[in-house]
């Protein structure tokens, strides 16, 4: 009987713990630096930090956004006040685009980078702070979940899937 129970705990642990049944997928997220990233000759500094934080870039380009593509990718932040002025910045100059992989790709990818106002990342993450000067001009994009992921790599790359995760978008 003691027997029985061992197995049946050591069963629970294996069922209720994810890192011991799979959930060690990789997860692939999409990293955006800005206008001024590339222009300030940041782009090698900021992929150093990428290659050392364990992340893989599978796919990367330099792309010059015109309006067209820079309001499909931000659609959702089209009645937004601040709307014409993300496109305006977004459309200043090339933007280096990669496709990141690693298990746990979002999430690491959005803490590595750290909040979204680059006056807040000054203080505790000095990748989005390397270049980022405000909540407008941050310098560097993360994917906020594995759905958003999966549509902004569709965009730039074509269709990839890159794991679960929830619906809601705030990252700018």
């Not at 061992?6 to 800005?34: D, N, Q, R, Y």
């Not at 390397?130 to 730039?156: K, P």
């Amino acid at each position: 009987m003691r027997r029985a129970s061992f197995h049946s705990v050591l069963l629970s642990i294996f069922l209720l713990c994810p890192l011991l049944h799979g959930s060690m997928a990789k997860e692939k997220t999409l990293a955006i630096i800005k206008p001024d990233g590339v222009a300030g000759n940041y782009t090698n500094k900021i992929k150093t930090v990428i290659l050392e934080s364990g992340f893989t870039i599978v796919r990367d380009m330099v792309l010059q956004l015109d309006e067209g593509n820079a309001t499909h990718f931000y659609t959702e932040h089209s009645g937004k006040s601040f709307f014409p002025k993300l496109i305006t910045y977004m459309t200043s100059g090339p933007v280096y685009l990669m496709v990141l992989e690693k298990v746990n790709a979002v999430s690491d990818w959005r803490n590595l980078i750290g909040p979204t106002d680059a006056r807040k990342a000054k203080v505790s993450h000095p990748t989005r702070a390397m270049c980022g000067v405000d909540l407008e001009r941050n310098c560097v994009h993360g994917s906020d979940s594995t759905q958003s992921a999966a549509r902004e790599i569709s965009i730039f790359f074509g269709k990839t899937s890159t794991g679960n995760g929830h619906l809601k978008h705030d990252e700018l």
